[in-house]
């Protein structure tokens, strides 16, 4: 199975802060990558989808980047409801296989 | 709008079994690829199972294979997963959730239910 790893795997940041969050997979995935954001006691949201492709509906703060292996997740300018819980997921190949998720705290 | 309806959680003895419900609503559900994605108390996602629109391609997670199986019922826009021979380890929230894209499987999941709790304990 691909294994997938983020970082960090919290982080303090203001309202206003750029934040950079990184998904790495333990073998090429091609762009074959999404970006979830959880609240407490939510289900998870969808940001990103194939790397860099922004959900409708979802702010323009957010982007995404990468292939093969590395990849990115960027919020340009932190909000008050952005404080969650974000994971990477590759859906290249079974089992399809989560980050083990960055945790965005107020600072 | 999407609207899916997760049922059928609850407390199970080690060893028991138990069938979860996915109820839609919103879309045409034969259209559209579906997964199971469950997260333990205070952990991360787990993806389970998925689905193809048409019942075709159900692959698993090497924790629940062979011991967990999914179905769908399109005339009754029911997605289900059936869990045999439970283990603590599977006590978590189950999520069903809807692909992004359509009938092949893709794993961009655009839609979620609110979950159902699953407690395996003696």
């Known amino acids: 199975a691909i294994q997938m790893t983020q970082s960090p795997s919290s982080l303090s940041a203001s309202v206003g802060d750029r934040v950079t969050i990184t998904c790495r997979a333990s073998?090429?995935?091609?762009?074959?990558l999404g970006w979830y954001q959880q609240k407490p006691g939510k289900a998870p949201k969808l940001l990103i989808y194939a790397a860099s492709s922004l959900q409708s509906g979802v702010p323009s703060r957010f982007s995404g980047s990468g292939s093969g292996t590395d990849f990115t997740l960027t919020i340009s300018s932190l909000q008050p409801e952005d404080f969650a819980t974000y994971f990477c997921l590759q859906d290249y190949s079974y089992p399809w296989t989560f980050g083990p998720g960055t945790k965005v705290e107020i600072k | 709008e999407v609207q899916l309806l997760e049922s059928g959680g609850g407390l199970v003895q080690p060893g028991g079994s138990l069938r979860l419900s996915c109820a839609a609503s919103g879309f045409t559900f034969s259209n559209y690829a579906m997964s199971w994605v469950r997260q333990a108390p205070g952990k991360g996602l787990e993806w389970v199972s998925a689905i193809s629109g048409s019942g075709a391609t159900t692959p698993y997670a090497d924790s629940v294979k062979g011991r967990f199986t999914i179905s769908r019922d399109n005339s009754k826009n029911t997605l289900y997963l059936q869990m045999n021979s439970l283990r603590a380890e599977d006590t978590a929230v189950y999520y069903c959730?809807?692909?992004?894209?359509?009938?092949?499987?893709?794993?961009?999941?655009?839609?979620w239910g609110q979950g159902t709790l699953v407690t395996v304990s003696s």
């Open positions: 073998q090429g995935i091609r762009n074959d």
């Open positions: 959730a809807k692909d992004l894209q359509g009938i092949a499987l893709a794993g961009e999941f655009h839609s």
